[in-house]
């Protein structure tokens, strides 16, 4: 709750305010940008007139755009503000855009006005009031996007823009006027008027034709009561009802305050005559890493104080505390006094500020209560130790260990998350750490594996069975072995070297009502127990259960036919030992236009691809080498008869030729016009219809080229050009090497 107290009254000294000629506001704004920032007093000697005001205005246009810059506001801001007054958004325009500025077009209409309202200036009832504009980030100093290790501090922390009331609006009733509002007054029914009222320095305001009327400090339900009382001896409508009295705040005063102590940007701001507490902290940049927002005190010039908790603010949104500031008001942030850390396995780790009052449940219900993986069991308070402790102590440190007791009536003191937390005192320091639960693999558990739906580790409790381990695991797999599952336990004894002890469980039929699709299913001649009659195993930490597949247990698998073949398509293996003959035997044999001899076969089985196949030799030795055993996912394709060779590469004219049976390498190699000059007739190749490729065969000094095929490709490569041999070097080398041995022998001779 905020607590508000009042010691003696201290009289602080007043606000110094130069007054000035209403005519001089920009003159008197522009000569005070170059004043030192701890005194806003402006210069005995001023220019009184008008012109020489404008004069000066117009010959330093760049002062305006910089101090526009250093408001805090952004564009958008300083735009929307001028149109809720009802003055152009472009009249600051020159100022808000980049590049140089005009002095002739920069200054609009309603430019002036536009400054005095943005509270550059202000023009009070007796003159001018200099007001220097210190609101949200001052030049030359960002806000930084480093998070805060303290609790709430990050809340006031912004980059770009001010928090704090609007200078217009609707005001509660308790509103107190004061000098600076500007009131509207409306009488309707048998007079139409409407005035425009500023109250004056004195607190007071004059309506044409009634006078003057005293108005300062007064709730605005006791100023509507105030007008019709002095409008009802002129206006006699109003006792009759036939005409109504509308009074309301057309502008909010501004008010100058200070922000002291452990804020940010300590200083003097100008906010709203709405502003509170928490408007002033924004506009300060919140408070550093060393304040505490546990006893904020606001001192008036009256020498009041009134101190403030705003972790009700913080924690649950309560404003209902936050005090309106007033004129003159001093806000100081303390430093901090006892600080604790929540650490580990909280909803929010942070620094946390203590009140007179708070203990252990407090900062924990502060901090957010426990997160969901923390241990409830116990929690750890990690203590330094004063210097009269540590006599008995010689450790300057002292870890106190707390057991939390488990409830479930969350109306029990010191309840929370599902404990009561011992209200144990705090010091200043105290670093409080909730355990985590640990890991899965840290704890008990149990594992299962093999033919389920999901293998997995799951945590052990005390009592568990095989039954319940595999309803976690969604039950056996179609194939699944039931008659036994293998389970291997820690050793009861290690002086062997044992590492586990292996155990045959019973099991029966009524484990397949554990899976989602439920039923049986079995390779022929596996039988499962009936249900009911496995006795019901309880497991142990660490047991690691398998469940094995059936022996000989496969689901069909099939291959696949395509290309010229009676009936292709998909078929299934009717065994492990099914051939390619025995596929092409059931797809109803190669028709006429089918190629055997380029017959491919790919196997999907590892990502091998092709596999080398020679057809027509399986076909011709239905037990040979040549008659593979096929694979789950093989694909064998029958291509289409095509009589031609295709020759390409490094000849003069690469065609496609017509088979011819007999003819050889040289005969498809001059149909093409030969060999090219960059030929590399050695490494020329062929490929096959089926895929098989083979190239040149050497013996000593006889060379053989392989004989194509019908559909079958030659490739003769090029010669890289980086590989020719330069002859001129080739033989200035040997030159050179027969000359040195000639001199070698003439010498030996000699």
């Not at 908790?309 to 003159?328: I, R």
């Not at 095989?466 to 699944?480: D, E, H, N």
């Not at 196949?613 to 040549?626: F, K, M």
């Not at 593979?628 to 093989?634: A, E, N, S, T």
Request: glycine share 10%; aromatic share 6%; charged share 20%.
């Amino acid at each position: 709750m905020i607590d508000l107290r009042h010691p003696q009254v201290r009289s602080l000294p007043p606000v110094r305010k130069q007054p000035v000629s209403a005519r001089a506001i920009a003159l008197a704004f522009f000569f005070c940008l170059g004043a030192e920032r701890t005194q806003a007093q402006l210069p005995t000697s001023l220019p009184t007139s008008v012109s020489e005001a404008e004069q000066l205005i117009r010959q330093n246009p760049e002062l305006v755009r910089q101090q526009l810059r250093q408001s805090g506001l952004t564009e958008d801001e300083i735009r929307a503000q001028l149109v809720a007054r009802g003055l152009p958004p472009e009249a600051l325009n020159s100022f808000l855009s980049e590049g140089p500025i005009n002095r002739e077009t920069a200054f609009r209409p309603g430019s002036l006005d536009a400054l005095e309202l943005l509270g550059v200036v202000r023009e009070g009832a007796d003159g001018l009031e200099f007001m220097e504009p210190i609101s949200g980030l001052q030049p030359g100093e960002l806000a930084d996007s480093a998070e805060s290790p303290v609790f709430g501090h990050d809340i006031f922390r912004r980059a770009t823009s001010r928090f704090q009331p609007l200078l217009s609006g609707p005001v509660p009733d308790s509103y107190k006027i004061g000098p600076g509002d500007r009131l509207v007054l409306l009488l309707t029914g048998e007079v139409e008027l409407s005035y425009d009222l500023e109250v004056t320095r004195e607190g007071f305001v004059i309506v044409p034709e009634v006078g003057r009327i005293t108005i300062a400090d007064i709730d605005m339900t006791g100023a509507r009561a105030l007008f019709r009382q002095r409008l009802s001896g002129f206006y006699s409508g109003i006792e009759r009802g036939t005409t109504s009295v509308s009074l309301s705040i057309a502008e909010l005063r501004t008010i100058q305050v200070y922000l002291t102590g452990e804020v940010r940007q300590p200083g003097a701001y100008q906010l709203s005559s709405m502003a509170t507490v928490t408007n002033g902290l924004y506009a300060a940049d919140g408070p550093t890493d060393l304040g505490s927002l546990r006893n904020v005190r606001v001192r008036r010039k009256d020498g009041r104080e009134f101190f403030l908790d705003l972790y009700p603010y913080l924690l649950e949104g309560d404003a209902s505390g936050d005090l309106t500031l007033e004129e003159g008001d001093v806000v100081f942030l303390p430093l901090k006094s006892r600080r604790v850390q929540m650490g580990g396995a909280v909803v929010r780790p942070k620094l946390y500020d203590l009140s007179d009052n708070d203990d252990l449940t407090n900062i924990l219900a502060a901090a957010g209560g426990f997160a969901a993986v923390a241990n409830r069991n116990r929690l750890t308070v990690h203590r330094y130790l004063s210097p009269s402790e540590q006599v008995s102590n010689e450790n300057s440190r002292i870890a106190i260990d707390l057991a939390l007791e488990p409830s479930e009536d969350p109306r029990a003191p010191s309840y929370n998350g599902g404990v009561i937390i011992p209200p144990v005192g705090l010091q200043d320091g105290d670093s409080i750490f909730v355990d985590s639960i640990p890991p899965l693999r840290d704890g008990l558990y149990v594992s299962v594996a093999g033919l389920v739906a999901k293998p997995d580790t799951f945590p052990w409790y005390e009592g568990m069975t095989l039954r319940t381990l595999m309803s976690l695991a969604r039950g056996p797999l179609v194939g699944a072995d039931l008659r036994e599952a293998e389970v291997t336990r820690l050793p009861t004894n290690r002086e062997e070297g044992g590492l586990a002890e292996r155990f045959g469980v019973s099991l029966d039929s009524s484990y397949l009502a554990l899976r989602p699709s439920g039923g049986s299913a079995g390779a022929p001649g596996v039988v499962f127990a009936p249900a009911g009659e496995a006795q019901e195993f309880v497991l142990e930490p660490f047991d690691l259960v398998q469940i094995r597949r059936q022996p000989d247990f496969e689901l069909p698998t099939t291959v696949t036919i395509t290309g010229e073949i009676s009936v292709p398509g998909r078929y299934t293996l009717l065994s492990k030992d099914d051939r390619v003959t025995d596929l092409v035997v059931r797809a109803g044999d190669i028709l006429p236009s089918g190629y055997a001899n380029g017959a491919r076969l790919f196997r999907a089985l590892d990502d091998l691809g092709r596999v080398d196949l020679d057809l027509p030799a399986a076909i011709g030795n239905p037990t040979g080498v040549e008659n593979l055993v096929l694979q789950p996912g093989d694909s064998l394709h029958i291509p289409v008869y095509t009589p031609t060779v295709q020759v390409l590469g490094a000849v003069n004219s690469p065609v496609t030729v017509l088979y011819r049976d007999g003819q050889d390498f040289e005969h498809y190699i001059a149909a093409a016009g030969g060999f090219r000059s960059d030929a590399d007739e050695g490494r020329s190749s062929v490929r096959y219809a089926n895929g098989l490729a083979q190239t040149r065969s050497k013996f000593l000094f006889w060379s053989n080229y392989p004989s194509p095929d019908a559909g079958s490709v030659i490739n003769v490569p090029a010669k890289d050009p980086n590989d020719r041999i330069d002859t001129v070097t080739l033989v200035t080398t040997i030159i050179g090497v027969l000359s040195s041995l000639a001199t070698t022998l003439v010498v030996i001779t000699n």
